[in-house]
């Protein structure tokens, strides 16, 4: 709508780019906290102190966190369990962010 | 130790206890302090602990038996050493031996995950007393299991995720742009560092905003260690 005012107006080249500058703007937005990267790697625990002989997979996640100009990383350890359940949550928010569009 | 696969990344003080899981003789304590629920001893059981366990026969009954058996395997404790010599009639060196020589068999079978009775009652001596040596039997059997539960809820581990909460949130406007309706992802994760001192389980919380993008990216990499992990669990 806006673009089509722009090009009745003569202003082609501002047409053009007017999506694009839209889009840089609204990447301005400010984010707290916002995750920047996410890494993973998952494995089986062989043996503890405990138990001599063991199966049972484990799942570590590190997420990198932008806090004002530097990043912070946050570990963490999930079980089978907990990461279908992280799984299926994130399903849900991306759902409900479908939704608005 | 956690022998796994790959290492892990864990900085605590748990680290300084799990260097005194080696071989020692039994009889010394391991433990920085006495009052920690885990005492690491090494997986042996030594014909002193045999002659501690004798100790036992002083009780009065099968559920006396029974008591000590299982408040031992968390550990030595003052209060647990008194009552043990208060009920067994012993002195309380004594009983604080008995303790750590029931704690050393059961962290055995433990370690071992010796599942059958005759598996147990192989480990005895000969000379051992054998109705106690079958109390001993049954009572380390019929505890095993949750033992080996709490031994896995226990294990050292990077901080757990124990809690997920998010929003989505429409951003209708913002400095650069007067209008607009872009939606943004809060996700809270709340962890539990299981390492920390059982008084105080620490849980810190850290909440993230996603972008659509992010959001995405990350299905998209939960998504491919699902697929890994079927591919392990289907081994």
């Not at chain 1, 001599?52 to 946050?74: D, H, I, M, P």
């Amino acid at each position: 709508m806006v673009q089509r005012a722009f090009q009745d107006s003569g202003l082609i080249s501002w047409a053009e780019h007017y999506a694009a500058l839209t889009r840089l703007a609204v990447r301005q937005t400010l984010m707290v906290n916002q995750l920047v990267d996410m890494e993973w790697k998952f494995g089986v625990t062989v043996g503890t102190s405990e138990i001599q002989k063991l199966g049972t997979v484990f799942l570590q996640l590190k997420l990198v966190v932008r806090k004002g100009n530097s990043t912070e990383n946050v570990y963490m350890e999930l079980t089978l369990p907990q990461f279908y359940n992280f799984l299926h949550e994130m399903e849900r928010a991306k759902a409900s962010m479908e939704c608005f569009s | 130790m956690s022998i796994g696969a790959v290492s892990s990344q864990t900085t605590n003080d748990a680290a300084d206890v799990i260097l005194f899981a080696l071989h020692f003789p039994c009889g010394i304590l391991l433990s920085r302090d006495l009052s920690q629920s885990h005492v690491n001893m090494a997986a042996t059981v030594c014909n002193e602990d045999f002659t501690n366990l004798q100790l036992l026969l002083k009780a009065s009954s099968k559920d006396a038996v029974r008591e000590v058996c299982v408040q031992s395997q968390r550990g030595l404790s003052q209060r647990l050493t008194e009552s043990t010599a208060a009920t067994l009639g012993i002195s309380e060196g004594q009983a604080a031996q008995l303790v750590q020589s029931l704690h050393a068999l059961s962290h055995y079978v433990l370690f071992y995950n010796l599942s059958s009775p005759e598996q147990i009652l192989a480990i005895f001596p000969e000379s051992f007393h054998s109705s106690l040596k079958n109390l001993i039997t049954k009572i380390l059997l019929e505890n095993s299991a949750t033992w080996r539960t709490e031994a896995l809820s226990n294990q050292i581990s990077l901080p757990q995720l124990k809690d997920l909460d998010w929003r989505v949130d429409m951003v209708t406007s913002s400095d650069s742009v007067s209008r607009m309706s872009v939606p943004t992802c809060l996700v809270q994760l709340k962890m539990v560092d299981p390492c920390s001192s059982a008084d105080s389980e620490s849980v810190s919380s850290v909440t993230v905003e996603l972008s659509r993008e992010s959001l995405d990216t990350i299905l998209d990499g939960l998504g491919r260690i699902r697929d890994q992990l079927s591919v392990v669990a289907g081994k």
